[in-house]
């Protein structure tokens, strides 16, 4: 959407908090990410109409003001929440490890790599091959021959936004088992998001599913290897991408 | 010369501060000279040469940091480390700068945060070197020509000077063919290719000059703190850099200077009434963005103008 | 020796050819009139020459020299100068400043990061070839649109190029200001070749010595003015215009 939003990793943070207060009186972890979704979508769609829409096409605003956004939403879990981490629960069911070819994987991390491609999938097809989608990036290539069109752009982008919040917050409560919630936790994040985004190019969802497995696998590696440098091998992988290819891997343009 | 006597009596006014001043604001003068200097080597890439940085901590840290282990670990003094580290600061900005310019606009903004917090994760987890999130602490003050520069009043004088010297350079650099080309960039990148000039070549000279004058405010900040931990080359650190940039003003000289001071004033006084700092830099952030984006130093120039027009 | 040689010049967007085989010679002091109806790759074609696009396939020669792959600013230290379509000048400075700058690109002095950027009595010469001296310190904001086209023609003439391309240096002017500017084009001295797009073809047509009709990023009609009217392949693709 061509929209510079720093905030996604508190976003995320938001969510996983949200779903650890859902739990506490309902302990179901989909239901909770459900409802995270929901809340965050719709603190998402605020932003978007009341602050981001102001901004146009000012990029540095942008980064700025969800800059802003993100250290007050930091604060404010610390303040809710408290600065000690808290755990999300793993539903029962997938407790236990899964046996496969001899090996054993922790059944919900499987559990969360079905998940991903399943809405990776969902996505892709959405944008891509149904008229919706194709409204939103007509909209996003041309915005004024796209309302003239009859396209309703602002309600799209809008939509857009929450849809993208919503799978923050929700990733945050699905993320919880394996990650926590703790203060930290948006930092820790939104490099990655900004790294796999910038590494498989602006504008590709097939670059996002790609960036994130090359950071991933090379992250774990390199983690394993060489702790000290963990920062730099995360980083490693987009700033060799950048500097041979601006545009990322799949992108469509430089960002 | 006749539009520069505001400068000379900020210069004059600022030197006699510590005479009518007790300790708390002297030291409290020398924080802001030293942001401003800070401020100011982002403007040369924002304001300037509208280059959106969020990665300039990484300049005032790694020379804090070169000076300290120079110090702590080869037993130099800080005023042989000071050329030392300026020099491996300087050339880190130059490599920095080569990755960086591979992209303009939002993708410049994202690598100079990405190269940025490698130095901030690694700060903090090279344990050997920087003992991570204890910081390096006892270290000393340079001595020029024999000066103890451990009272308040002393150190303040000597950050003054080298904040004048540097503010200064800075405009001469701005007013020149150099700067006047700069800002061609910032303004039409492609007009200024079609005129004959090397728009990159602009910008990275542009950009290793501002590392520079970034690590300069570095060694200040050691030298003043004799203290230096991994939080220096935070995100946070870079963002609070930008907001004094823009609530001042970018593109002006005394943009960075106003806003140096609003932003360690607020920091100062409003922290000590509200604990959550971060959320209430976000909101300063967020207002000064939607309700004033051109900063304080163009507001007050435009009212004075239609003042000074009015009468 | 020509002043500019393109030789199967092609560049494609996606699957859409915009520039699809062009080969054309522009001989050294001619005026030369690209004209074409919209999307037929006249902008395009100027992009690959100055290198604000990069071709696909095919050369470019300036003079003796091969520029198809140098950087743009390159091109122009070699004597190439170009005006856009849309005014892209620097608003809120003066129109001394403007021209300075130009001025400024093919001199060294652009480096001196010391020396006061004092501004060249050149500049104010500039402006008065095109009759802009007495508007000299005003920001370009405050000036009249017809003012900025004259504006943009002086800052490459600024530039004392050898090959000059001006796009459509006429678009939205009113008649008295279409006349002046044209007056200005005429007075251009010969040394420098002129490239000129113009959509307009009859205000255009007796500022050429040659001109070549593009239609689909394709020459279709190549030849002196009364060649090319005559010719039935202009009149096809100008229907309606």
């Not at chain 2, 080359?233 to 609530?247: F, K, P, R």
């Not at chain 3, 001989?27 to 074609?45: V, Y």
Request: hydrophobic residues 55%; proline residues 4%; contains cysteine.
């Amino acid at each position: 959407m061509r929209i510079a939003n720093l905030t996604h990793g508190a976003l995320y943070m938001l969510g996983a908090y949200i779903g650890v207060s859902v739990m506490r009186t309902l302990p179901n972890l989909w239901l909770a990410a459900l409802l995270s979704g929901l809340t965050v979508a719709v603190f998402g769609g605020l932003v978007e109409r009341l602050i981001l829409r102001r901004l146009g096409g000012n990029v540095l605003g942008q980064v700025l003001v969800t800059l802003g956004i993100a250290f007050i939403l930091a604060d404010f879990c610390l303040v809710v929440w408290g600065g000690d981490p808290i755990p999300v629960p793993t539903p029962a069911f997938l407790q236990q490890p899964v046996r496969i070819a001899g090996l054993a994987f922790p059944a919900y991390r499987l559990a969360v790599v079905v998940i991903a491609v399943i809405v990776g999938i969902v996505l892709f097809v959405f944008i891509e091959k149904t008229r919706l989608g194709a409204m939103i990036r007509a909209g996003v290539d041309d915005r004024d021959m796209a309302r003239a069109v009859g396209i309703p752009v602002s309600l799209l982008f809008t939509t857009v936004f929450c849809l993208g919040a919503a799978l923050a917050g929700a990733g945050g409560v699905i993320g919880g088992p394996i990650m926590s919630a703790y203060p930290g936790l948006d930092a820790d994040m939104l490099p990655l998001a900004l790294i796999v985004v910038i590494l498989g190019g602006v504008g590709s969802l097939i670059g996002a599913f790609v960036g994130s497995f090359i950071t991933g696998f090379v992250y774990t590696f390199g983690v394993a290897l060489l702790p000290d440098l963990a920062y730099v091998i995360l980083f490693l992988p987009m700033i060799l991408v950048i500097a041979f290819r601006p545009r990322g891997l799949f992108g469509k343009f430089a960002a | 010369m006749r539009q520069h006597w505001p400068w000379g009596l900020l210069l004059v006014a600022l030197a006699l501060l510590p005479l009518v001043s007790g300790e708390y604001y002297i030291n409290l003068a020398s924080q802001i000279l030293i942001f401003a200097v800070f401020a100011s080597s982002i403007n040369l890439l924002l304001g300037y040469g509208g280059l959106p940085t969020l990665g300039h901590a990484s300049y005032l840290g790694v020379a804090a940091y070169l000076s300290a282990l120079l110090g702590l670990k080869l037993g130099i003094s800080p005023l042989f480390a000071a050329p030392l580290a300026l020099v491996g600061t300087t050339l880190m900005a130059a490599a920095f700068g080569l990755v960086s310019l591979r992209a303009t606009g939002l993708g410049f903004l994202m690598l100079t945060l990405a190269l940025s917090q490698v130095l901030w994760g690694t700060a903090y987890r090279w344990v050997s070197m920087t003992d991570g999130d204890n910081g390096l602490r006892g270290l000393a003050r340079p001595m020029p020509f024999g000066l103890n520069l451990d009272q308040a009043s002393a150190f303040y004088w000597f950050t003054l000077a080298i904040g004048a010297v540097a503010i200064w350079l800075m405009a001469v650099f701005v007013a020149s063919p150099f700067g006047a080309a700069l800002r061609g960039t910032r303004d039409q990148p492609r007009r200024m290719s079609a005129l004959g000039y090397n728009v990159w070549l602009l910008r990275w000279i542009t950009f290793i000059y501002a590392g520079f004058w970034g690590a300069v405010s570095g060694l200040l900040f050691v030298y003043y703190h004799k203290y230096i931990h991994p939080v220096s080359l935070s995100l946070t650190n870079s963002a609070e850099g930008l907001l004094a940039v823009i609530a001042g003003g970018s593109g002006t000289l005394a943009g960075p200077l106003v806003g140096a001071a609003i932003v360690m004033l607020l920091k100062n006084y409003v922290s000590a009434y509200v604990e959550r700092w971060n959320m209430l830099l976000g909101f300063v952030f967020v207002v000064i963005v939607v309700f004033m984006p051109e900063g304080v130093v163009p507001g007050v120039k435009r009212l004075w103008r239609r003042y000074i027009s009015r009468t | 020796m020509a002043a500019l040689h393109i030789q199967n010049l092609k560049k494609a967007f996606g699957g859409l050819p915009a520039i699809n085989d062009v080969s054309l010679t522009v001989e050294e002091g001619e005026r030369r009139l690209i004209i074409g109806p919209n999307g037929a790759g006249k902008t395009t074609l100027f992009n690959l020459v100055t290198g604000d696009l990069n071709s696909d396939s095919g050369t470019i020669f300036l003079f003796d020299q091969d520029i198809t792959r140098r950087a743009t600013h390159r091109r122009v230290h070699l004597g190439l100068a170009r005006t856009y379509q849309i005014i892209t000048l620097f608003p809120k400075d003066t129109l001394e400043h403007n021209i300075a700058l130009s001025l400024l690109g093919l001199s060294k002095r652009r480096w001196n990061a010391f020396a006061r950027s004092h501004l060249p009595e050149e500049a104010k010469s500039v402006l008065a070839l095109v009759g802009l001296d007495h508007l000299a310190k005003r920001p370009v904001s405050e000036v009249a649109y017809g003012e900025k086209r004259r504006l943009e023609i002086a800052m490459a003439l600024a530039q004392k190029p050898r090959v000059l391309l001006l796009d459509e240096p006429l678009a939205g002017l009113s008649r008295e200001e279409r006349g002046t500017v044209k007056q200005l084009i005429s007075r251009i001295p010969r040394e420098t070749t002129v490239v000129m797009i113009e959509h307009d073809m009859d205000t255009a047509l007796d500022m050429a010595d040659r001109i070549t009709v593009l239609h689909y990023g394709r020459v279709i009609v190549e030849g002196n003015r009364a060649a090319v009217v005559a010719d039935p392949k202009t009149r096809e693709v100008y229907l309606g215009h």
